[in-house]
């Protein structure tokens, strides 16, 4: 499919919990369980600088925030920033 995907990727500032590249794209996610908000999940991506590491790869960087409800396992909000 032209994917590539890593799960759980640890950097010094953290552990990133999805990251897809795409032939143009690359995409860090993250993903807020329980309480936690897009807001909340956007906010560690830019504050633990979880794209940095892809910054040399020259393709597009989408940072997205996922809250998730673990109660009914769906998704509560996710937001976009690229």
């Known amino acids: ?3 590539y995907v890593e799960v759980e990727q640890h950097f010094s500032e953290g552990r ?3 990251v897809v590249k795409t ?3 690359i995409y860090v996610m993250e993903f807020k369980v329980g ?3 897009a807001d909340a999940a956007l906010e560690q ?3 633990k600088h979880y794209a940095d590491p892809y910054l040399a790869e020259e393709k ?3 940072k997205i925030g996922i809250g998730w409800n673990q109660s ?4 509560n909000d996710w937001k ?3």
């Open 23 to 25: 032939a143009t794209h």
């Open 80 to 82: 976009i920033e690229a």
């Open 1 to 3: 499919m032209g994917y």
């Open 45 to 47: 991506i830019n504050e």
């Open 72 to 75: 009914t396992r769906n998704i």
């Open 60 to 62: 597009q960087i989408v």
């Open 35 to 37: 309480e936690g908000t």
């Open 16 to 18: 990133i919990d999805l």
